[in-house]
């Protein structure tokens, strides 16, 4: 079993232990994967259980449409709830300060 590190020596942390970072460099680090997980498991959960709520409804007063609003509500909960965690925005890293977009594309005419 290897022993871990200490806490303040900064070895394999993202930005000296501090755990906001970390996990933002972990979000980061898979391209947003998880973020598009988490997306589709808010859009899928929202759908079946609104959806649910819909026919219990429809059962009981005895309708057919508030399954089909359930779901549509359900679909737009998920993502207002995906937006609300910022899971829809884009998950790549800002290139760094001071690069040059294209080679040769200098500040100014020589």
Do not use: C, K
Not at 1 to 25: F, H, K
């Amino acid at each position: 079993m290897a022993a871990r590190p200490a806490a303040g020596s900064g070895a394999g942390s993202g930005a000296g232990g501090d755990p906001a970072a970390e996990n933002e460099d972990a979000r980061l680090a898979n391209g947003g994967y998880n973020a598009g997980i988490a997306v589709l498991s808010y859009m899928i959960g929202g759908i079946a259980v609104w959806s649910l709520i819909g026919w219990g409804l429809d059962n009981l007063l005895d309708t057919r449409w508030l399954v089909l609003a359930g779901a549509f509500l359900g679909a737009a909960g998920g993502f207002y709830l995906s937006h609300m965690h910022n899971l829809t925005r884009n998950h790549t890293p800002s290139p760094q300060r001071g690069s040059r977009a294209t080679p040769g594309a200098e500040g100014g005419p020589e």
